[in-house]
């Protein structure tokens, strides 16, 4: 039996998907990553539902939420925009956590 390589794994799913997922708003260009690291998902299990604002942060940085905040954007906008994110990567950002669909 062969050993498994994650590093191997992972370039093949980046090669795939791409590092970066982007979304439009306005005209104006935001991405998220293909990728959670371990530690956001640590950190997103630990906010509370209704922490939008952190979720967004956690997800796109600082910098990005900063510009994002320039748009008008409604809750359903980002329900959507989470909702395709899901679809095209495999990720999925439940009630408390982000997991990857089996």
């Known amino acids: 039996m062969g050993r498994y390589n994650v590093n191997s794994a992972r370039?093949?799913?980046?090669?795939?998907?791409?590092?970066?997922?982007?979304f439009e708003v306005d005209g104006e260009l935001f991405w998220?990553?293909?990728?959670?690291?371990?530690?956001?998902?640590?950190e997103l299990a630990g906010l509370d539902q209704s922490d939008l604002d952190g979720l967004l942060t956690l997800l796109l940085g600082a910098e990005q939420v900063k510009r994002l905040d320039q748009h008008i954007v409604s809750v359903q906008d980002?329900?959507?925009?989470?909702?395709a994110y899901g679809r095209?990567?495999?990720?999925?950002?439940?009630?408390?956590s982000a997991s990857t669909r089996s």
């Open 78 to 83: 980002i329900q959507a925009l989470l909702e």
């Open 11 to 22: 370039a093949q799913r980046l090669e795939a998907h791409g590092e970066r997922w982007e």
């Open 32 to 42: 998220l990553p293909t990728e959670l690291p371990r530690q956001v998902v640590r």
């Open 88 to 96: 095209d990567t495999g990720m999925t950002l439940g009630e408390s």
